[in-house]
């Protein structure tokens, strides 16, 4: 079974300015994969 977590909380995703470059990490049982790329925002809820 896969699990997923996330660093941080939906309070720090706020603090983060549309525009940012960010850089996401994904994790998989085959290995992991990063890439970066610009931040557009977060609906909420």
């Given at each position: 079974?896969?699990?997923?977590?996330?660093?941080?909380?939906?309070?720090?995703?706020?603090?983060?300015?549309?525009?940012?470059?960010?850089?996401?990490?994904?994790?998989?049982?085959?290995?992991?994969?990063r890439?970066?790329?610009?931040?557009?925002?977060?609906?909420?809820g």
């Amino acid at each position: 079974m896969l699990k997923t977590s996330a660093t941080g909380s939906g309070h720090h995703l706020a603090q983060i300015s549309a525009g940012s470059v960010i850089d996401i990490e994904v994790v998989m049982p085959a290995g992991s994969k990063r890439l970066k790329t610009e931040y557009v925002g977060q609906l909420d809820g």
